[in-house]
């Protein structure tokens, strides 16, 4: 099992100003350079503790938000692509339908990929709701865009033999002919997040690492269709479970009191995440019409705030703003304690939802401080990721 550290790279105590929303309208009055650039700081260092301790890492980005500081994946990752040595690079946040730039975002994946002599891992994002005012994009026909953005990456990537025109829908060059090209052939892997049964079909088909983003017990029924489109599009064998992530929240003490105790400062994410003006959670056209009825027939809104959390039998325990530290362990989106209790909450879940290869965590988000990060990173990774990797080997042979 591969295992990859993220945090959000929030800026500190923005949550406290008392705005309506602390993304896309948040004066940048309230950001002190001195602050954000001890942060950036912060966070490079806990990156380079986890190439120490063999954590991969994974970078995303947002934009016009206090939640993430990190304008730009890409920039942080080419910095890691250097003072890095052992562990892969995740860039799962590139939000490719907001771009009006995919070739540029193939020049940078390629020359991260050289600089790290070949650890860059390829994410692509759709991109959240909140940011389709700051990008100036449409929020309709954002899956089309998506797509064809992919797929002119992946030829930029992939074509050696000079120049190529693009004339696309949403997309049009004269010339493409990226320099460097990427060090992995034909390129990078390519990731792609989904959360929905319908956006994971063309993942499955592509064949590439599908993503999910805290969707505790649903990601069964992900996992299950990304199988029935794997098998329906002719692929030999069964689904290689290196191909189905899980993000999650992880937070490991030297006691379970110290280990909830950060499971409760990581979860800060969904509080804080939540804090969005109405006018910018769901922008019309952003969200199908079916999904969006659905949501309002639940909840009365629509939005990630309005998901909630759920257990194994699809039973509703809690909204995400309002979920308690219990609440969270039991829907299966925090793993929280000591080591061997961590260990046993990822061992029972990975068995309820059928396995899965690649175990994303938010080791760090809102107020949880360097040393809590720092020590819970080092906990797990000495303690949990080595019989981790020993149980989901045993596994694949078991099902072999």
């Excluded at 309208?25 to 301790?53: I, M, T």
């Amino acid at each position: 099992m591969r295992v990859y550290h993220m945090t959000e790279e929030p800026y500190p105590d923005a949550w406290n100003v008392g705005a309506e929303s602390l993304r896309v309208n948040l004066p940048n009055r309230y950001c002190d350079p001195e602050v954000a650039a001890d942060q950036y700081h912060r966070f490079l260092d806990e990156w380079a503790l986890c190439d120490e301790l063999g954590i991969n890492i994974f970078v995303n980005e947002h934009h016009s938000t206090a939640t993430c500081i990190t304008a730009s994946c890409n920039i942080v990752l080419g910095i890691l692509a250097k003072t890095t040595k052992r562990v892969r690079l995740l860039g799962l946040g590139m939000p490719i339908a907001n771009r009006p730039d995919p070739l540029r975002v193939a020049e940078e994946c390629a020359m991260i990929d050289v600089i790290s002599r070949g650890r860059f891992d390829m994410g692509f994002i759709k991109g959240v709701p909140y940011e389709i005012v700051p990008s100036n994009s449409r929020p309709v026909h954002q899956v089309e865009r998506f797509w064809e953005a992919h797929d002119l990456i992946i030829k930029a990537l992939t074509s050696h033999d000079g120049p190529f025109s693009w004339e696309g829908e949403h997309f049009h060059y004269r010339s493409v002919n990226i320099w460097p090209r990427p060090w992995q052939q034909p390129h990078p892997p390519v990731w792609v997040s989904a959360n929905s049964v319908g956006s994971v079909r063309p993942v499955a088909e592509r064949g590439y690492v599908l993503g999910t983003v805290m969707t505790g017990y649903a990601a069964k029924n992900l996992f299950s269709e990304y199988r029935r489109v794997w098998r329906a599009s002719g692929r030999p064998g069964p689904v290689p479970l290196d191909r189905f992530c899980y993000c999650c929240f992880a937070a490991v003490g030297n006691s379970e009191a110290e280990g909830l105790r950060r499971g409760h400062d990581v979860m800060a994410y969904l509080r804080t995440n939540a804090i969005v003006a109405d006018q910018f959670r769901s922008p019309p056209g952003y969200i199908a019409p079916q999904v969006l009825a659905s949501q309002f027939r639940r909840t009365g809104r629509a939005g990630f705030s309005e998901l909630g959390l759920f257990d194994k039998d699809g039973h509703r325990i809690s909204g995400f703003v309002e979920a308690k530290v219990a609440d969270a362990m039991h829907g299966g989106l925090l793993f929280a304690g000591t080591p061997d209790q961590v260990y046993q909450q990822i061992v029972d879940f990975y068995e309820a939802i059928g396995g899965f290869g690649v175990l994303q965590m938010m080791a760090q988000a809102g107020t949880m401080s360097h040393e809590d990060t720092v020590e819970s990173l080092t906990l797990f990774a000495k303690e949990v990721m080595p019989r981790l990797e020993e149980y989901h080997a045993s596994r694949q042979m078991a099902a072999e």
